[in-house]
Nanobody, 122 residues
Framework: QVQLVESGGGLVQVGGSLRLSCAAS????????MGWFREPPGKERRFVAA?????????YYEDSVKGRFTISRDNTKNTVYLQMNSLKPEDTAVYYC??????????????WGQGTQVTVSS
């Protein structure tokens, strides 16, 4: 049974930083692409960032987070991270990690975490 558990969310001021973590179990982590998505209040869930499976580690970002967010993975810990810098109020959302054998920008990833709240105060 695949489990993804996010952590690291919280309340931060504008311009601050947070690092989200997503610990995976029940899958061969190194063989999965990992993604981060977010769901702002009253809005649909959308793609934020993703990283291909180990051996390639190619990263992809939604335009509004390029240069501010960095996705990375540690296959020894079965964990994917999202380092978020220069946070803005519009980054406020519930952040979800997801896993799939193939990386794509849609929402039909088969495995999802429960989400972690990020609130950026102005």
């Amino acid at each position: 049974q695949v489990q993804l558990v996010e952590s690291g969310g919280g309340l931060v001021q504008v311009g601050g930083s947070l690092r989200l973590s997503c610990a995976a179990s029940g899958l061969t982590f190194s063989r999965y692409a990992m993604g981060w998505f977010r769901e702002p209040p009253g809005k649909e869930r959308r793609f934020v960032a993703a990283i291909t499976w180990s051996g390639h580690d190619t990263t992809y970002y939604e335009d509004s987070v390029k240069g501010r967010f960095t996705i990375s993975r540690d296959n020894t810990k079965n964990t994917v991270y999202l380092q978020m810098n220069s946070l803005k109020p519009e980054d406020t959302a519930v952040y979800y990690c997801a896993a799939d054998r193939n990386l794509h920008y849609g929402l039909n990833w088969p495995h999802w975490g429960q989400g972690t709240q990020v609130t950026v105060s102005s």
